[in-house]
């Protein structure tokens, strides 16, 4: 339904003995995975349906959500298929599911190094998909790999953190771009106009629960 390819394992594969018996297999073919957390969109899209509603987990089942049951925000279970009656419902979802991908990594403990790493990845992501809503969009192939070509220690480290941030960045528009809130446009990523307003709404959410896990601290 969303494009996921991921595979189950007790243990994963990379840098283990395991590695010849997955050799050849790209990445972007499969993910190999512990936990559906550890699969950025299936743990994005998971979050986001019960936010709106959709759907209901609880320890040992997980059901029709508020939202399906009582008929709200537009949204009913038809012969086991989704329908929305209400166009708002479904913008609330995009814009939930931005906050998700963009924040997917965003651990609410208290605040450590880690944390400022993943704020920095949310605000790098964040920014260059604010230009995404110009009809120039962002590069989609950025420049990465200079650092191992610079001889001078900080500098070296300086490029390495930054070309990180890019890998991050990029991961992150691959999946917008996966749940179509990003298209590819020759070399460029570009949000769909008919979207532009969902996606404002979603960065504003984001900004949002960011501020409160921060208000938190």
């Known amino acids: 339904m969303i494009g996921v ?17 997955y050799a050849g297999r790209a990445i972007e073919e499969a993910q190999y995975a512990q936990s559906m957390w550890q699969v ?26 508020s939202a399906v049951i009582a008929g709200k925000h537009g949204a009913q279970l038809v012969d086991g298929e989704l329908h929305w009656n209400d166009e708002q419902a479904l ?20 605040y450590s190094q880690q944390r400022y790493w993943q704020e920095q990845q949310f605000y790098a992501a964040t920014l260059r998909l ?6 120039d969009g962002f590069d989609a192939e950025p420049s990465i790999g200079e650092a191992k070509y610079v001889d001078d220690h900080e500098l070296k480290m300086e490029l390495m953190r930054s070309e990180l941030l890019e890998y991050s960045v990029m991961n992150r528009a691959g999946l917008l771009a996966q749940f179509g809130l990003l298209e590819r446009v020759g070399t460029r990523y570009v949000v769909p106009k008919q979207l532009r307003g969902v996606v404002v709404s979603g960065i504003t959410l984001a900004l949002d629960y960011l501020a409160g896990l921060q208000a938190r601290e």
């Open 5 to 21: 390819q991921a595979l189950g394992v007790a243990r994963v594969p990379w840098g283990s003995a395991h590695d010849e018996e």
């Open 40 to 65: 950025p969109e299936l743990s994005a899209w998971w979050r986001c349906l019960q936010t709106v509603g959709i759907i209901e987990v609880t320890p040992t089942r997980v059901k029709p959500g």
């Open 91 to 110: 913008e609330r979802l995009c814009a939930v599911l931005v906050v998700e991908l963009l924040a997917w990594n965003l651990d609410d403990d208290d």
């Open 130 to 135: 604010i230009e995404g809503l110009d009809d």
